[in-house]
């Protein structure tokens, strides 16, 4: 990712936030209060030509004694849905960790009714630790469950 | 806690994240630098007269869609273990998220090792959701697991 992807990027993150079914980021973010929510280690962007598809953030999930394991968080444009673009970043993200040595990569929060992503991080290896009840407040379906994933690398 | 509480609770800190058992926190941390580290809605000491025997930090454990869920952390000094001095500050704690209409507290990294803290938390009622493998790196007993403990309000 480069800085002059991020005008591209907010409004994608941005409508993600608002739809209110994945992430737990503040609600009132702008575009510059929300460029420290993007960022990490390790952060890429799928194009098609000048077109947006999706991005992926990646880095230590813990510092000090922690910092061997790896986190992400993923993003794909609506209008790209259903295309492999989730699955070609979450492959993406497990490469650069293991190419990094880290030891394992952890989701701390996946919401249990996003079941597209919860499907596509087991077809990728990732296994459900424990799940956290009603720990996200969706905005169709009320208080769910956060699901903590992890594979080993 | 009070600003002028940080000249003694920052060596207690420092010491307990030195010692490689119980926190992920950066390694490099210096009293100014690690002054961050300790911030939150709600954070208490507990003293004897003049002398701090420990601290607990709390707040939400997620913005946005995960507010309602409490987070803390916990710092007993060595010389007051055994006391009941963490219990104290975790009832605290949980009277806190209570009053504050918080609908759970959760730990998102216990050690698996720090069985004094596990079996407190138990005690209190909270239950392990989850344990990542291999997730902390223990200065004595090498990788080891970190559980997600929770305790619904």
């Known amino acids: 990712m480069r800085d002059d992807d991020w005008p591209a990027l907010w409004p994608l993150l941005r409508d993600t936030v608002a739809a209110g079914e994945t992430y737990a980021f503040p609600a009132d ?9 993007w960022t990490g280690e390790h952060v890429v962007v799928a194009v098609e030509g000048d077109v947006l598809l999706g991005s992926a953030k990646a880095g230590p999930n813990r510092p000090g004694r922690g910092a061997h394991v790896a986190t992400a968080s993923f ?12 699955r070609v970043l979450g492959e993406h993200v497990i490469a650069w960790a293991r190419e990094n040595s880290y030891r394992a990569v952890q989701f701390n929060a996946v919401v249990e009714t996003n ?3 919860v499907r596509l991080w087991e077809s ?7 799940t956290v009840p009603e720990a996200f407040d969706s905005r169709a379906h009320g208080l769910v469950g956060l699901h903590v994933m992890h594979l080993a690398l």
């Open 75 to 86: 993003v794909v444009a609506p209008a790209a849905r259903g295309r492999g673009v989730g």
């Open 124 to 130: 990728l290896g990732f296994q459900v630790v424990g």
């Open 29 to 37: 973010l702008d575009a510059d209060t929300g460029r420290p929510w």
């Open 115 to 117: 079941t597209v992503a």
